[in-house]
T-cell receptor
Framework: KAGVTQTPRYLIKTRGQQVTLSCSPI?????VSWYQQTPGQGLQFLFE???????NKGNFPGRFSGRQFSNSRSEMNVSTLELGDSALYLC???????????????FGQGTRLTVV | DAKTTQPPSMDCAEGRAANLPCNHS???????VYWYRQIHSQGPQYIIH???NNETNEMASLIITEDRKSSTLILPHATLRDTAVYYC????????????FGKGTLLTVNP
């Protein structure tokens, strides 16, 4: 069974630009979460989508947004990039993300975004 | 979600058991304890989770104290490939599903 696929793996953008990152979850998984990892702040939760609806959101500015499609694939968008947005962006999928049966999250390899 | 406290670093000799502690004294009744690890520059990897009973799988064992205020992850025979940052996470899941990562414990397995 294929794992979580994130594209692209590496990206360099200029300050002020916008960027879209993509995540294909494991087949059958309906919950997709996004995380930002930086050396200073560690791993921080951005948002979670379940059945095309944003169900939970972390403490990030509105420049960070996302969406989920009917096939559970998800994208996240960062507008008006700042130098501090340079980070590893990780996507995780799980079957339901709910407390029922409590399952684990499967992470992708991440997209390394560098803002110059 | 309850907060967790872990030692910043630990060392272990190859072949020996690695015991990684985690304190979660404010855990509530519906919260599970999860362990993930992250090998350098890779996505975190799920290890094990539990509610109140001890759990074991092919990777590790999870020992949760009776009062659920702390837990220990045990890697029975550590190898060099187990060198990673280990995160202990407490979450209730449901509509508030998210993983709150702390700083974790850097486990270094030495030859």
């Amino acid at each position: 069974k294929a794992g979580v696929t994130q594209t692209p793996r590496y990206l360099i953008k200029t300050r002020g630009q916008q960027v879209t990152l993509s995540c294909s979850p494991i087949s059958g998984h309906r919950s997709v979460s996004w995380y930002q990892q930086t050396p200073g702040q560690g791993l921080q939760f951005l948002f979670e989508y379940f059945s095309e609806t944003q169900r939970n959101k972390g403490n990030f500015p509105g420049r960070f947004s996302g969406r989920q499609f009917s096939n559970s694939r998800s994208e996240m968008n960062v507008s008006t990039l700042e130098l501090g947005d340079s980070a590893l962006y990780l996507c995780a999928s799980s079957p339901s993300g709910t407390g029922v049966g409590h399952t684990e999250a499967f992470f992708g390899q991440g997209t390394r975004l560098t803002v110059v | 979600d309850a907060k967790t406290t872990q030692p910043p670093s630990m060392d272990c000799a190859e072949g020996r058991a690695a015991n990684l502690p985690c304190n979660h004294s404010t855990i509530s009744g519906n919260e599970y304890v999860y362990w993930y690890r992250q090998i350098h520059s890779q996505g975190p990897q799920y290890i094990i989770h539990g509610l109140k009973n001890n759990e074991t799988n092919e990777m590790a064992s999870l020992i949760i104290t009776e009062d659920r205020k702390s837990s220990t992850l045990i890697l029975p025979h550590a190898t060099l490939r187990d060198t990673a940052v280990y995160y202990c996470i407490v979450t209730s899941g449901g509509s508030n599903y998210k993983l709150t990562f702390g700083k974790g414990t850097l486990l270094t397995v030495n030859p």
